[in-house]
């Protein structure tokens, strides 16, 4: 039982990181719901705790929690979209969307306080401080988990999805993407080069590499510049663009 069938634009061959790629969009705060028989709405808030597990917040007089309290079988089937943004200055600076089909199901009153606090420690929001009075905890149990992104799409598992960890360096990209903005600028006018009259502008980076957004007259597509090796931290990446810049001359 499923919200809907997902549309599939192009999909992509199986990579072993789109478990990794789709936990680190899951951080992103720009979430909606789509549930049977109630349309799309915005979310209050949405994590996926450290095992796994996906909790949402809504409000705790409105229709989704009332239809979920109502629910004949105890569960109401429902997708959660969350949308990945590059901070640039991009025409289109959508990079990803991950959705996340399965039941909602109301928490049980003895667990809400600690999964409040799990929720916290991965995704901290004032609206936590609401649970309870004006606003609900719910959990989503998961039946499929598909990842939009360069114009195809990635098919994971909920075992996969679980098992998975957000890429060490999303917290902090902003902050590096302006802290080494000389070098990233050098790297992008190296790919630009490259790809000939169409515009290349940084997309963003991941302990992966760096991605670039080209942009033609009409549509766009995604470029990366892999690293030697995946990093493991934040400080390796001064070294990590240097190899790439000396590569590339």
Known sequence: MTA????????????ADAAERARTVATRPAASVQALGLGTSRLLAAATLD??????????SGGLATAVRDAPEGDLPARVSVTSRSA?????????RLELTGWLTPVPA????????AFAAVRPDAVLLDVGLTATLLRLDLAEVV???????????????AAA???PLAAAEDDLVAEHAGPLAALCARVQAWTGDDPV???????????FRVEPRTGCYDLRTPFPAPLTSTGELPAA??????CTR
């Open 147 to 161: 990842l939009h992104e360069g114009g195809g799409w990635s098919e994971i598992t909920p075992e996969e999805y």
């Open 88 to 96: 640039q200055p991009l025409r289109n600076p959508l990079r990803a």
């Open 51 to 60: 095992d796994g597990r996906v909790l949402v917040v809504v409000p705790r």
């Open 241 to 246: 663009v240097r190899t790439l810049l000396a």
């Open 201 to 211: 502008h940084l997309l963003g980076l991941d302990r992966h590499g760096v991605l």
């Open 110 to 117: 003895g667990e809400e306080a600690g999964l409040v606090q």
């Open 4 to 15: 809907g069938p997902t549309p599939p634009p192009v999909p992509a061959a199986r990579d």
């Open 165 to 167: 960890r957000p890429d």
